[in-house]
């Protein structure tokens, strides 16, 4: 084992391609599926459902079906949900910060010249 | 479009499933393809060349052929990469707070009555 190599004890993958984005859109308040699918243009009811099932599954959101005829649902962040938020900020300042760089750094590696 | 809900002008997808763990293993200076394998059990050549293919590309890291016998490829950080720590400290740091919320969270999720 090489210093600096940590290895984790427990492995958790936390959220994939659409997690940040549901988050951010539920922060404002709960939504209902159709209001979470406009704001994440491109997403399939598949995926969003298989997301928002995975947020639910880790704690992160909460699913309330209302008793109401049309049947609502609803989906809000829970307090371990908001959490994330802090992480997630540090994130979006690197983004900020960096982002441009990578950018010329991956212009620069398709232009160059192919090595074996 | 609700309130919140921000959309990426350019929609970046940074790293995959081993990125956080080959930019720990390079923290302390730079590695051969063998010395990182090594760490990252579980991993495969086919996946390592992929993901350190990924990271150069992204400006993360350095690839260096030094011209010996027999050849040497070594792997380091950039700059660029070392500015990567101080985000993945906040999710770090935000997995030695929460973590064992999610993992009840996942336990109590198993384990409760199946709804529609």
Chains 1, 2 share one sequence.
Do not use: N
Request: proline share 8%; aromatic share 8%.
């Amino acid at each position: 084992m090489f210093a600096g190599c940590e290895t984790d004890t427990v492995p958790v993958r936390i959220g994939g391609k659409w997690t940040v984005k549901i988050i951010i859109c539920l922060k404002a308040g709960p939504r209902r599926f159709s209001e979470l699918q406009t704001p994440l243009r491109g997403i399939t009811p598949k995926v969003l459902t298989e997301s928002l099932r995975a947020l639910e599954r880790d704690g992160f959101i909460m699913r309330t079906a209302h008793a109401e005829i049309p049947p609502r649902v609803e989906y809000e962040l829970t307090p371990l949900g908001r959490t994330l938020f802090e992480p997630m900020a540090a994130f979006c300042d690197w983004r900020r910060a960096h982002l441009s760089e990578l950018l010329d750094a991956r212009e620069t590696y398709e232009h160059r010249v192919p090595t074996a």
